[in-house]
């Protein structure tokens, strides 16, 4: 069964421009990938989707974080990456990355708390 593994996150202060990283246990885990993305709960809020990149390539973005985060994906690595720049107090949150497969699994990542604070 694949494991999503996260890292990248911690104590960023504002501006900052920290990389998350998602990678798949298994090889080839993201052969037949319908969708990754990146979610994100902040402490008294729902879980509400940051971004995602669909098989096809293309992506799509919360409004708060367009034109200052970035999906990225490299397939060889079975990973995804978020790139946040221009970070925001309100951007405070654990971050989770999610695979959807075309035939309807699921997996979560563990999540990685990103803390924006001077």
């Known amino acids: 069964q694949v494991q999503l593994v996260e890292s990248g996150g911690g104590l960023v202060q504002p501006g900052g421009a920290p990389r998350l990283f998602c990678a798949g246990s298994?090889?080839?885990?993201?052969?037949?990938?319908?969708?990754m993305g990146w979610y994100r709960q902040a402490p008294g809020k729902q879980r509400e989707l940051v971004t995602r990149i669909i098989s096809g390539g293309s992506t799509n973005y919360a409004d708060s974080v367009k034109g200052r985060f970035t999906i990225s994906r490299d397939n060889g690595k079975n990973t995804v990456y978020l790139q946040m720049n221009s970070l925001k107090p309100e951007d405070t949150a654990v971050y989770y990355c999610n695979f959807v497969w075309a035939n309807g699994s699921s997996r979560w990542g563990q999540g990685t708390q990103v803390t924006v604070s001077s």
């Open positions: 298994a090889s080839g885990s993201i052969f037949g990938m319908a969708a």
